[in-house]
């Protein structure tokens, strides 16, 4: 089935920095979705990039999607200490898929 | 403010004790809705699709005579976890939204099975 995985599995940065996260599925989408968890919580939806997009912002999220290399990137700019969570790309085909998650931590 | 309430956020039982989570869409209707299952620093793992006033739609390994769902109305599904083992234990979310559409989350319900 498809799915989406996630690089890297762990990233830990210092407060201000830029965070690159990226995704790489293996069959077609209709869209792909960034979801954020906190600890312990449900998830958070961030954004969502339709298959005819290649680029969507939205604050300090900027989201890429390349459908012929099947892969999208999740840039969190100037980063904070609240942006620490795991990070889920999923994709939307018949049913959401969510792949195995980027976990961040902003260092203070 | 939440658009989808689950609840109990967390239950602590016996093994052979069934336990009930219900999930509230609050904001809408809720034709279809998503039950997942989450293991420590892993993926969401899909078990099965509430469909409003019909049978649901379980995922392949999922036993739907241990997993029972019920999505009775518009705003409520049920996951009713029968017979709960220790191997039970785990973090179950659910969500709603319409297709190729951001889901909302609840907050998710942690399992535990002595």
């Known amino acids: 089935s498809q799915q989406g995985e996630e690089d890297p599995q762990a990233l830990s940065i210092q407060e201000g920095e830029n965070a690159t996260m990226n995704c790489s599925y293996k069959?077609?989408?209709?869209?792909l979705q960034w979801y954020r968890q906190n600890s312990g919580r449900g998830l958070v939806h961030l954004i969502l990039i339709r298959s005819n997009e290649r680029e969507k912002h939205s604050g300090r999220l900027r989201v890429t999607l390349d459908t012929s290399k099947k892969s999208s990137s999740l840039l969190i700019t100037a980063s904070r200490a609240a942006d620490t969570a795991s990070y889920f790309c999923?994709?939307?085909?018949?049913?959401?898929?969510f792949g195995q998650g980027t976990r961040l931590t902003i260092n203070p | 403010g939440a658009v989808v309430s689950q609840h109990p956020s967390r239950v602590i039982c016996k093994s052979g004790t069934s336990v009930k989570i219900e999930c509230r869409s609050l904001d809408f209707q809720a034709t279809t809705m998503f039950w997942y299952r989450q293991f420590p620093k892993q993926s969401l793992m899909l078990m099965a699709t509430s469909n409003e006033g019909s049978k649901a739609t379980y995922e392949q390994g999922v036993e739907k005579d241990k997993f029972l769902i019920n999505h009775a109305s518009l705003t409520l599904s049920t996951l009713t976890v029968t017979s709960a083992h220790p191997e039970d234990s785990s973090f179950y979310i659910c969500s709603a939204g319409g297709l190729s559409q951001p889901q909302h989350f609840g907050d998710g319900t942690r399992l535990s099975i002595l």
């Open positions: 999923a994709t939307d085909g018949q049913k959401l898929v």
């Open positions: 069959t077609s989408i209709n869209n």
